[in-house]
């Protein structure tokens, strides 16, 4: 298996534009989770999916972060409009229904300039 | 509060050192507390884990010691070695939510 698998993995993007983070879950794990790792807040968790509905989006830091779950191999993160607070590194991880394991993605890394 | 701390925040061991990494956390709720290890440039990646009903485990080189009534566990690495050089994160979950410490950048010198 690929593993969890995130695009793309380095995003350079400007203040106000829009930015849309991917994630694509290992096969069959129906669990999906987003964190955001700063050396300020170390690894935060932003949202988490159970079979494609969101069930906590409490992380989630203010109304210009928005994600969704399409089907079950796929999520994005969207950043509307991006602000330079928003750099950091956003990790996406799945998890296999009745297991504690989550597996991470390699992440992508937002740097708004 | 879901809290978990974790230190201390850097640790520097020779070749063949013991590093030792605490946590402590709040909620009594939480059933299982994993390890994760974490090279630059790639995600966090499973480690070791323990459920509190478990006072010690061993996998390989890498204990976890478990103290219920203090709420608080350990990471030990036996005969460390300069390839455990990364950041290391304790988490405690309330499934399936993970809540993360710090970290601790181990490095391990030659």
């Known amino acids: 298996d690929a593993g969890v698998i995130q695009s793309p993995r380095h995003e350079v993007t400007e203040m106000g534009q829009e930015v849309t983070l991917r994630c694509k879950p290992i096969?069959?794990?129906?669990?999906l989770f987003w964190y955001r790792q700063t050396m300020m807040r170390g690894l935060e968790l932003l949202i988490y999916f159970n079979n494609n509905v969101p069930i906590d989006d409490s992380g989630m830091p203010e109304d210009r972060f928005s994600a969704k779950m399409p089907n079950a191999s796929f999520s994005t993160l969207k950043i509307q409009p991006s602000e330079p607070r928003d750099s950091a590194v956003y990790f996406c991880?799945?998890?296999?229904?009745?297991?504690?394991?989550?597996?991470f993605g390699a992440g992508t890394r937002l740097s708004v300039l | 509060q879901q809290q978990v701390k974790q230190s201390p925040q850097s640790l520097i061991v020779q070749k063949g050192g013991i590093p030792i990494i605490n946590c402590a956390y709040e909620?009594?709720?939480?059933?299982?507390f994993p390890w994760y290890q974490q090279f630059p440039g790639k995600g966090p990646a499973l480690l070791i884990a323990?459920?509190?009903?478990?006072s010690e485990k061993k996998e390989g080189r890498f204990t976890i010691s478990f103290n219920k009534s203090a709420k608080q566990f350990s990471l030990h690495i036996m005969d460390s070695q300069p390839g455990d050089s990364a950041t290391y994160f304790c988490?405690?979950?309330?499934?399936?939510?993970?809540?993360f410490g710090e970290g601790t950048q181990l490095t391990v010198n030659p």
């Open positions: 988490a405690a979950s309330f499934t399936p939510r993970l809540t």
């Open positions: 096969s069959g794990h129906n669990s």
């Open positions: 323990i459920r509190p009903d478990v």
């Open positions: 909620n009594t709720a939480f059933d299982y």
């Open positions: 991880a799945s998890r296999l229904a009745g297991e504690n394991i989550q597996y």
